[in-house]
Nanobody, 124 residues
Framework: QVQLAESGGGSVQAGGSLRLSCVAS????????MGWFRQAPGKEREAVAV???????RHADSVKGRFTISRDNAKNTLYLQMNNLKPEDTSMYYC??????????????????WGQGTQVTVSV
């Protein structure tokens, strides 16, 4: 059974940092396309970053240079390191997995499995 469990969200002041974690079970993170998404109230869900099976990654322009997606294969865990956080980063963040055909569309890839989300709130 595929499961994704996010953690690491919280409240932080602008300029601060957080690291989100997503522990996966039921499949191997290193062999699949993984991604982080976010959705703020009243807004559409947006892709933040994706990481391919062979370590190549892509980040949305809005977070490029501030956020980094990575994974620990031994722990079967996906991470999102978020630095220099801004109030506009406030959102619910979700981990996602695609278990076939890889990240075939980059940041537009359609994911089939989702976690429950973790809230990130950035204050001025």
């Amino acid at each position: 059974q595929v499961q994704l469990a996010e953690s690491g969200g919280g409240s932080v002041q602008a300029g601060g940092s957080l690291r989100l974690s997503c522990v996966a079970s039921g499949f191997t993170v290193s062999r699949n396309c993984m991604g982080w998404f976010r959705q703020a109230p009243g807004k559409e869900r947006e892709a933040v970053a994706v990481i391919y099976q062979y370590e190549y990654s892509r980040h949305a322009d809005s977070v490029k240079g501030r956020f980094t997606i990575s994974r620990d294969n031994a722990k079967n865990t996906l991470y999102l390191q978020m630095n220099n956080l801004k109030p506009e980063d406030t959102s619910m963040y979700y981990c996602a997995a695609k278990l076939s055909d890889g990240c075939d569309s980059g940041l537009e890839t359609v994911f089939g499995y989702w976690g429950q989300g973790t809230q990130v709130t950035v204050s001025v």
